[in-house]
């Protein structure tokens, strides 16, 4: 099955720094999501992206899918910021979204 | 619109016992799927069904049964629990783009288990 790498495995921003996240996968894909998981557990979808780029607010998402690489950009980042980001994604004629073991992100004011 | 509800949201299990756990969601989504979450493991997949009366299994289906009979409610069954399959799990549902793909994927709230 399809391989999902994110890095870099943590991360720490002084609040208001931006960043920028990656996520690697081994073959085309037919579905990449990003997900923030809260620090109370809870998984909240940010973009539904399996090619080009997306916004919402602060945060951007970009996935070239010829080269198999997707990037999550946050700016100016908040304490509410921190979490875990996700990224998940499906082969062609796959419906099992394999995860990326996540980046943690600490925020510090 | 409650989304994707789980429950129980924290259970605790003796080693042989069994138990489910319930998954329903009400946005007639016809993709469900449940995950387990471990530390340093990300989340992986258990089963999924695609629609009423299918279903298949994941990357970690052992110890682990469902069954879907209606569009709304995908429940989870540990048949024999273990202390291995302690883990937080997570159900999940999406619109399911029929020939193209699961669609976005919509989580419930997450249900601790602790097996002894």
């Known amino acids: 099955g399809i391989q999902v790498e994110q890095s870099p495995p943590d991360l720490i921003l002084q609040e208001g720094a931006n960043s920028t996240l990656r996520c690697n996968f081994s073959?085309?894909?037919?579905?990449l999501q990003w997900f923030h998981q809260n620090p109370w557990g809870q998984l909240i979808n940010l973009f539904y992206i399996p090619s080009g780029t997306k916004q919402n607010g602060r945060l951007s998402a970009t996935t070239v899918a010829t080269e198999r690489y997707s990037l999550l950009y946050i700016s100016s980042s908040q304490t509410t910021d921190s979490g875990v980001y996700f990224c998940?994604?499906?082969?062609?004629?796959?419906?099992?979204?394999?995860f990326g073991k996540g980046t943690k992100l600490s925020v510090i004011p | 619109n409650a989304g994707v509800t789980q429950t129980p949201k924290f259970q605790v299990l003796k080693t042989g016992q069994s138990m489910t756990l319930q998954c329903a969601q009400d946005m007639n989504h016809e993709y469900m799927s449940w995950y387990r979450q471990d530390p340093g493991m990300g989340l992986r997949l258990i089963h999924y069904?695609?629609?009423?009366?299918?279903?298949d299994q994941g990357e970690v289906p052992n110890g682990y049964n469902v069954s879907r009979s209606t569009t709304e409610d995908f429940p989870l069954r540990l048949l024999s629990a273990a202390p291995s399959q302690t883990s937080v799990y997570f159900c999940?549902?999406?619109?399911?783009?029929?020939?193209?793909?699961?669609?976005?994927?919509?989580f419930g709230e997450g249900s601790r288990l602790t097996v002894l």
């Open positions: 073959d085309s894909v037919n579905n």
């Open positions: 998940a994604a499906s082969g062609a004629g796959s419906y099992q979204l394999t």
């Open positions: 069904s695609v629609g009423a009366g299918i279903t």
């Open positions: 999940a549902s999406s619109p399911y783009l029929a020939g193209i793909d699961t669609g976005e994927l919509f």
